[in-house]
């Protein structure tokens, strides 16, 4: 079964202070790997997308890392700042095969506070 | 903003009733998801559809029907509502019939059933 598990749960840190949130995942065939970010009551909006190839992205003061591998991927945020404070979710993607099923995999997020 | 337009906002019903929620999506893209979200949950996938036919189907239940329109705007029906059902509603859209391409959301309907 596929599955995305993400870690911590939830995390606190001091404005301007540095984190990297974890993600790991069985999906099969792999086709690409997403971060979204979430603010409480808002649509997630997505942060970086990474196909099996792509091994770094950044956007900003996020950067994503991806270790097919080892199914590990990791969005590290710099310099954090208090409108960071939201939840990170991990979406994996699986090779497009027809059929009914759909073919994204949610994390369940990690709800990240920063702290002035 | 991503483009993705739901109505309404927000959404206040009793057990029993009916709703429609309404989506448009982003100009050009052909397929529109619909996932609930409830509190403190991940996004469950509920309905996905391309250019006006069902695509994919998750944990929908069968008292909630979606379609989507020849202007490609879509519509998730819920009816017999239970106070369960009380939850965050997003419509995504994103241009390709597969998940290769990026996908856009809604800032989603918040739908609270007393």
Known sequence: KNQVEQSPQSLIILEGKNCTLQCNYTVSPFSNLRWYKQDTGRGPVSLTIMTFSENTKSNGRYTATLDADTKQSSLHITASQLSD?????CVVSAVYSGGGADG????????????P | DSGVTQTPKHLITATGQRVTLRCSPRSGDLSVYWYQQSLDQGLQFLIQYYNGEERAKGNILERFSAQQFPDLHSELNLSSLELGDSALYFCASSEFRSYTGELFFGEGSRLTVL
């Open chain 1, 85 to 89: 404070s939201a939840s990170y979710i």
């Open chain 1, 104 to 115: 994204l995999t949610f994390g369940k997020g990690t709800h990240l506070i920063i702290q």
